[in-house]
Each structure stands twice: as structure tokens, then as C-alpha cells.
């Protein structure tokens, strides 16, 4: 094994590098800086879109993580469940409170689950 310290080994050519690599880098970055400072209408463009992007995507995050990623605010939210009566079409029909007061009357609570 090469011991290259704190360097990045390169296993095809069998040499350290390392500095290279970082230089390159630098490098990149200066160049980056010195064509968005020429271009400065290009820049605003580009920074304003990259603000609306990450706001809105923070704004939709925010929006859908309570109400699709947490969990229910409830007491054994995994038992939760929606009863519904099927429409001449195959469609779901959403029932009334009293039909459910009606169902849960009539059902025992051991015959609702196996």
C-alpha cells in the first residue's frame, strides 16, 4: 500500500497527489469570481434564481414535512382508520358522523379486528 499521509493517492499512475489537485481547484474558483464580477447582469440573474430555488424549495420542505413526514399528534396514530361506503361507480363514498355513530353501535370492538 502507498503511504501518501495526508495526501489523496492516485492508484493508476502509483504517486501521491494531493496539492495538485487543490491548486486546480483554487484555481477554478478564481477563474469563477473573475468571470462573474465581468458579467455582473449574468451574476444578479444567477444569484436571484439560485435565492428563489433554495426559498421555495425551504417553503415547500416546510409546508409538506409536518403534514406528510412527522408523525400524527395521536395516541396509537397507526390504528387510525377511514370508513367509507363504495359508490354505485366504484367510487369512495365519505359517510357522516352518524353513520359511523351508527356503525360503531351496532359493531362489536372485537369485530373489527381479526
Not at 57 to 62: G, L
Not at 74 to 96: C, F, H, K, M
Amino acid at each position: 500500500m502507498l503511504d501518501c499521509g495526508f495526501r489523496i493517492a492516485d492508484w493508476q499512475n502509483l504517486t501521491c497527489v494531493g496539492d495538485e489537485y487543490v491548486d486546480s481547484i483554487i484555481k477554478d474558483i478564481r477563474f469563477a469570481i473573475k468571470k462573474l464580477l465581468q458579467h455582473p447582469g449574468f451574476t444578479l440573474i444567477a444569484v436571484l434564481t439560485l435565492g428563489l430555488g433554495i426559498g421555495a424549495t425551504t417553503a415547500i420542505f416546510s409546508a409538506v414535512n409536518p403534514v406528510l413526514l412527522e408523525p400524527l399528534p395521536y395516541p396509537s396514530a397507526n390504528r387510525l382508520i377511514t370508513i367509507w361506503y363504495a359508490g354505485a361507480d366504484g367510487s369512495r363514498v365519505e359517510q357522516a358522523f352518524g353513520t359511523y355513530r351508527e356503525l360503531r353501535n351496532a359493531a362489536s370492538p372485537l369485530t373489527l379486528w381479526p
